[in-house]
């Protein structure tokens, strides 16, 4: 029986390119290999504010997307301490709009969605992941100098795409280096998915 997955971004080119890469190895550690995951390009969300929009959420996707069994909204924390509990209305308000069989999970990123790439990257001498983490800007100061150094800034999207792939290959690096989001999330869907 198949399972899929719709993968909600605030921007999903770029976000995109880190996210269903990730989530596929979430859902292969949960037990669903052979989930279909896919990222949510229509609507395509336009920032954090569209995101959190319950009414577009219910409308343009939960609605719309019926054969969808289990819808993942993931963006940025962007230093926003009260991101979670938005996150968390959310998703307790679009819980009541879901059919048989369907699951709906907001997450944020600690900060960006750009760390889980440096997650599972070894990264340069003098680096230190507390300083990555604690970065409400990581996107545009570590990972922008990050894809330098790997010389990917001049590819579409600075690499995200390629760095994704190597940086998956680290996933356990990923997992216990970003315990409040990866893990966070995956303990939370453990068992009801």
């Given at each position: ?110 900060q960006e969605v750009e760390v889980f790439i440096l997650a599972g990257s070894e990264l340069p001498g003098g680096w230190s992941w507390g300083e990555i983490r604690a970065d409400a800007d990581v996107k545009n100061t570590f990972f922008a100098e990050f894809a330098r150094l790997q010389k990917t800034n001049d590819q579409p999207h600075e690499g ?34």
């Open positions: 029986m198949s399972y899929n997955v719709l993968v909600i971004p605030e921007d999903p080119t770029k976000d995109g390119a880190i996210l269903k890469p990730l989530v596929e190895k979430m859902m292969a550690d949960l037990g669903k290999p052979q989930a279909t995951v896919e990222v949510c390009r229509d609507p395509s969300f336009g920032g954090i504010s569209q995101c959190l929009d319950v009414a577009r959420l219910k409308n343009e996707v939960v609605q719309v997307y019926g054969m969808v069994n289990l819808f993942l909204l993931i963006v940025d924390r962007d230093g926003q301490a009260g991101r979670a509990q938005s996150l968390q209305s959310v998703e307790e308000k679009l819980r009541a709009e879901l059919g048989a069989g369907q699951q709906f999970f907001a997450e944020n990123a600690w995200r795409r390629k760095l994704m792939a190597e940086a998956i290959k680290n996933w356990n690096r990923i997992k216990s280096r970003c315990p409040e989001d990866v893990r966070g999330l995956m303990e939370r869907m453990a068992g009801t998915i």
